[in-house]
């Protein structure tokens, strides 16, 4: 999604400054997932099919990301992880520096201004977190 993309992308430049290891984290579900696995219509795809294909995806997308940072050197770990989003980035976070999230924006008032996700992460995560929204 562009507010991911665009975290991601923060990320990226901030590991970059700060001289830090770069942990991206992408949770999904079995739901969610199988519309990237470039199977025939009507074929469910496996978990390790779907596992394979967001991690490719989520690859990709950091590739992108560092390559418009300018390239910089850094050390950087992917999670693909089958959970849900918000308790997949407060478990990170009780390791993390800071966490990042995209901005999605739906659901109670308290979550239409920042997003569940983001709202979850905000109330349980045990260090810093940057909420960003997509332009």
Same mark, same amino acid.
């Given at each position: 999604?562009?507010?991911?993309?665009?975290?991601?992308?923060?990320? $990226?430049?901030?590991?970059? *400054? !700060?001289?830090?290891?770069?942990?991206?984290?992408? %949770?999904? &579900?079995? @739901?969610?997932?199988?519309?990237?696995?470039?199977?025939?219509?009507?074929?469910?795809?496996?978990?390790?099919?779907?596992?394979?294909?967001?991690?490719?995806?989520?690859?990709?997308?950091?590739?992108?990301?560092?390559?418009?940072?300018?390239?910089?050197?850094?050390? $950087?770990?992917?999670?693909? *992880? !089958?959970?849900?989003?918000?308790?997949?980035?407060? %478990?990170? &976070?009780? @390791?993390?520096?800071?966490?990042?999230?995209?901005?999605?924006?739906?659901?109670?008032?308290?979550?239409?201004?920042?997003?569940?996700?983001?709202?979850?992460?905000?109330?349980?995560?045990?260090?810093?977190?940057?909420?960003?929204?997509?332009?």
């Amino acid at each position: 999604s562009a507010p991911s993309d665009r975290a991601l992308r923060w990320g $990226v430049r901030e590991a970059s *400054v !700060h001289k830090s290891v770069l942990h991206v984290v992408r %949770a999904w &579900s079995l @739901t969610t997932s199988a519309r990237l696995v470039k199977a025939p219509f009507g074929v469910v795809p496996s978990f390790d099919e779907c596992a394979e294909a967001l991690r490719q995806d989520t690859a990709g997308a950091l590739e992108q990301a560092i390559t418009q940072a300018g390239g910089p050197q850094l050390e $950087v770990h992917l999670h693909v *992880v !089958h959970a849900d989003p918000g308790d997949a980035l407060v %478990a990170a &976070s009780h @390791t993390a520096e800071v966490v990042i999230v995209g901005h999605h924006g739906a659901g109670s008032r308290l979550e239409a201004a920042l997003g569940s996700v983001a709202e979850h992460v905000l109330r349980h995560a045990q260090s810093p977190v940057a909420v960003l929204r997509a332009r």
